[in-house]
């Protein structure tokens, strides 16, 4: 069941309960800090909470219309980047896709490639990631970068633990930023995500994500530009 409620209503959605969770070198380090941003919205929403990894399809069937917000609780049946093609098969294609996760699995990338190389995803594509996870799974890290660059994708590993994703259809006015606490890769606990459709919150994480994208560095803590 779908609740409509204003922005500051403490509406609770109907007992639907479920997660979008899941289980690398162009990426040049930096620990550069941008400056901070803000951006202050008022809108309406809408709230679920998923039960299982089906529902997402069958219940959340299109975006969330301009200036709305659809709100999520899950609960470990499916990951981040779950949300993807679910949002792609609501608008047809991504012109761009920005992804910010502090890690990511092998699936989640695969799946990733596939849908690119589909033509699903005709524009730019970026990504922001943790160090951590550079280090930790350089041989996954690999295999995300390779093919990004391949592809003419962009990456960037820094001190980071951001959690969003990007994905918008100008001819169609779709302009979707979702947020979340959970990264791309399988993490079976409860996960909050927020799913926005609005230009303006768009073009907020889009321009953040082009100043990491754009800030060269070349040495994790040297702080000298490359």
């Not at 098969?89 to 695969?110: A, Q």
């Not at 990264?183 to 799913?195: A, D, H, S, T």
Request: net charge neutral; with cysteine.
């Amino acid at each position: 069941m779908l609740f409509d409620t204003d922005f500051g209503d403490g509406a609770a959605g109907d007992l639907l309960f479920d997660s979008i969770l899941g289980d690398e070198e162009q990426g040049l380090e930096s620990t550069k800090s941008i400056a901070s941003r803000s951006i202050k919205m008022m809108l309406k929403r809408r709230m679920f909470r998923i039960k299982q990894q089906d529902y997402l399809r069958n219940i959340i069937k299109e975006p969330p219309e301009p200036a709305w917000q659809y709100h999520v609780v899950s609960a470990n049946k499916f990951d981040f980047w779950t949300w993807v093609p679910v949002m792609i098969d609501w608008i047809g294609t991504t012109d761009d896709l920005y992804c910010s996760t502090w890690s990511v699995n092998r699936s989640s990338i695969v799946d990733m490639f596939k849908i690119w190389d589909e033509g699903k995803i005709t524009g730019t594509v970026g990504f922001l990631l943790g160090i951590y996870f550079k280090r930790r799974a350089p041989d996954v890290y690999a295999t995300l970068v390779n093919g990004l660059l391949q592809r003419g994708g962009r990456s960037k590993a820094f001190e980071t633990h951001a959690k969003f994703m990007l994905l918008n259809n100008a001819a169609k006015n779709v302009w979707l930023t979702i947020e979340g606490s959970a990264n791309l890769n399988g993490n079976p606990r409860m996960e909050q995500y927020v799913i926005t459709n609005d230009r303006s919150l768009y073009d907020f994480y889009r321009d953040v994500s082009e100043e990491m994208l754009e800030t060269k560095t070349r040495l994790p803590w040297s702080g000298k530009g490359g």
